[in-house]
Every structure is written in structure tokens, then in C-alpha cells.
């Protein structure tokens, strides 16, 4: 059977576990897959005691990233301005 060691553990091939970084860990045959659904501006903040997973804006993560028309990447200006601008 495939093994793998993490954290001076073993773990067999198809076993999940949480390491303490609130990180879910499975043991897959093939290759890793990483979240890609969404925006760059935003990032996923995990709350290391209770797991709580939430979305952030990497600009500031005070603030929740909720991708849409009025929840642009702050470092980027409103479509509107930028027209006026050119125009």
C-alpha cells in the first residue's frame, strides 16, 4: 500500500486528516488540485481554533471578498471613471 509521512505520522492511500493549521488532508493517487473559483484579489483566511474558513480581500483582509459588479478589486478603478477618463 502507498504511505505517506506528515508530520511524523503515517497515513495510507485514500485516508483524510486535519493537520493544525485547520489544512484537510486526503492521500490521493494523482495529481493536487488547489481552489481556483475566485477572484485573484481575494484570498482564504482560516481561523486556526475553530477552522472557520472565509474569503478576504489580500489588499485588506479586514474585508470580505464578495466578487461582483460593485465589489471590485480595489486597486482597480470603476470601468465608468475610466471612460470619462479616455473620453
Known amino acids: 500500500p502507498s504511505?505517506?509521512?506528515?508530520?511524523?505520522r503515517q497515513y495510507s492511500l485514500g485516508e483524510t486528516w486535519m493537520d493544525n493549521a485547520c489544512?484537510?488532508?486526503t492521500l490521493h493517487k494523482g495529481p493536487v488540485?488547489?481552489?481556483?473559483?475566485?477572484p485573484a484579489w481575494c484570498e482564504v483566511q482560516v481561523e486556526p481554533v475553530t477552522c472557520k474558513v472565509s474569503l478576504v480581500q489580500t489588499a485588506d483582509r479586514r474585508l470580505p471578498c464578495t466578487?461582483?459588479?460593485?465589489?471590485?478589486?480595489?486597486?482597480?478603478?470603476?470601468?465608468?471613471?475610466?471612460q470619462q477618463l479616455e473620453g
Not at 3 to 8: A, D, M, R
Not at 33 to 38: G, Q, T
Open 3 to 8: 504511505l505517506c509521512v506528515y508530520e511524523g
Open 23 to 25: 489544512l484537510q488532508c
Open 33 to 38: 488540485h488547489r481552489p481556483v473559483d475566485f
Open 67 to 82: 466578487p461582483g459588479e460593485e465589489n471590485r478589486d480595489p486597486s482597480h478603478g470603476s470601468l465608468k471613471l475610466q
